[in-house]
């Protein structure tokens, strides 16, 4: 017999364990390890006894992104309703959201990544400047940059892990208390220009979060203002990263020429200042652009000078907003040209081979390469390969994956397995889409 729990432990993980027979943790660990190893093929990935234990405590946290995945996989269940509350998700910080589902008390710095409404109407020092507010003015020194900074990077991180359908309205927030900053803060020249920097920054930061949430007419009233900002200070760096962003997202909208002339206006920005790391991201997105134009030697011409300069390596100067462009990054966009040029048995292969490739810090890249892979697959006529890619992917927004542009795509890959409607793997994955993604 399972031993007695005290009250508040995780009970909805504990309950799936039950139904499925499993009387101790020892067993449900090794269950979900035989599943983990199966998903990732991966002969020692594992869950220990220690690690249940800790997820049915009254404080479970969040497991790592492979963790969810192969526990959403082995109850059929979403993370949700096994008692996890992803760390971006503080509608009742610090308050039992249901019986035995506990999330842990935020701090300042999370607050300002996370930053939902209910969170930062809490805390006066980050509530939006309409209504109400103190006009005593505020002063800004070193301390109150770093913050910021690290909330940025935070908000990023939590971006390429979770997707930003979470993150765009709370990062408005903080740019809202940024901009209160500037009108009535107290601060010598060089705080008031990082102000400004960072100001800017993440203004294109929330036009990101913005499109992966698939609201793209706010992205791109967010990157005109970032851009705006940029050129009025001369913000070169900012003014590359806003420039790539929309060539990315002028791709997607059926923008292909906007696209190689957003690319290629950022290249007249790239001085000093820009590493190779940059320089390779422009060229991939000036693939992009040529590949949706049909235009194979222009996208084997860009695809070679993306590769030349990756593979001069990183340096410590590599701004953030860059550093996302790891070998699988670029493996999957490489793969997801070949696709748009219809070499789809090729596509197929760089796509799978960057979704083994990718860390679990990018895990929204990762699900972006699966759902491409699985149309990819799809269009090759490889049916078994489009329904595992999709489904991996499905786990992954049932692990917390939040990204709108992902779910769009996966929602495509379902009007096209239709056609195999006689399938019933075909019919439940189509289902499951439905399900995690409409």
């Known amino acids: 017999m399972s031993r007695p729990k005290p009250e508040g432990y995780n009970e ?6 039950m139904r499925k027979g499993w009387t101790t943790q020892v067993k449900a660990a090794s269950e979900v390890t035989k599943v983990g190893r199966k998903i990732f093929r991966k002969p020692n990935w594992e869950v220990t006894a220690r690690s249940w234990k800790r997820w049915e405590s009254p404080n479970p946290g969040l497991p790592t ?9 082995t109850f059929n269940a979403t993370y949700e309703e096994l008692g996890f509350v992803a760390p971006l998700d503080l509608r009742s910080a610090g308050v039992e959201l249901a019986r035995g589902v506990m999330i842990p ?8 990544a996370a930053g939902t409404a209910a969170a930062i109407g809490a805390l006066p020092w980050l509530s939006s400047p309409s209504g109400g507010r103190s006009l005593d003015p505020i002063r800004v020194g070193d301390e109150e940059i770093d913050d910021l900074r690290r909330s940025l990077s935070e908000l990023d991180a939590l971006d390429q892990r979770f997707g930003g359908d979470l993150l765009w309205r709370g990062a408005q927030h903080t740019l809202y208390y940024i901009t209160d900053l500037l009108e009535r803060g107290v ?3 060089g705080v008031g220009d990082e102000l400004h920097a960072i100001s800017g920054s993440l203004t294109t930061s929330i036009g990101w979060f913005c499109y992966d949430a698939g609201r793209t007419g706010e992205a791109a009233a967010h990157w005109e203002r970032a851009l705006n900002t940029a050129l009025l200070s001369d913000d070169d760096p900012l003014i590359v990263r806003t420039l790539s962003v929309m060539a990315r997202q002028a791709v997607d909208l059926g923008h292909p020429r906007a696209a190689v002339r957003y690319a290629q206006r950022a290249g007249k920005y790239v001085g000093a200042w820009a590493p190779a790391r940059v320089q390779s991201l422009l060229a ?9 134009m049909g235009d194979t030697t222009s996208v084997n011409d860009a695809l070679l000078r993306a590769w030349r300069a990756f593979e001069r390596g990183t340096t410590d100067y590599d701004p953030q907003w860059a550093q996302f462009l790891n070998e699988a990054e670029l493996v999957c966009l490489e793969g997801m040209c070949r696709n748009d040029l219809g070499d789809h048995e090729q596509a197929v292969n760089l796509l799978s081979r960057s979704a083994q490739l990718q860390d679990t810090a990018h895990d929204r890249n990762r699900g972006m390469c699966l759902v491409r892979l699985s149309g990819a697959a799809l269009h090759a006529g ?3 390969q489009s329904i595992d ?5 499905i786990r992954m927004i049932g692990s917390g994956m939040t990204s709108r542009r992902n779910k ?3 929602l495509g890959i379902a009007s096209g397995l239709n056609r195999y409607d006689n399938d019933p793997r075909a019919r439940h994955t189509i289902e499951r889409i439905t399900q995690y993604a409409a």
């Open 12 to 17: 909805l993980l504990y309950a799936a364990r």
């Open 65 to 73: 992104t492979d963790a969810l995945e192969a526990l959403t996989a």
């Open 105 to 112: 008390p935020v701090n300042r710095r999370e607050v300002l």
């Open 187 to 189: 601060f010598t020249e």
């Open 284 to 292: 991939v997105r000036e693939a992009q652009g040529y590949a949706a």
């Open 382 to 384: 490889d049916l078994d």
């Open 389 to 393: 890619a999709a489904e991996q992917s």
């Open 408 to 410: 769009q795509v996966l």
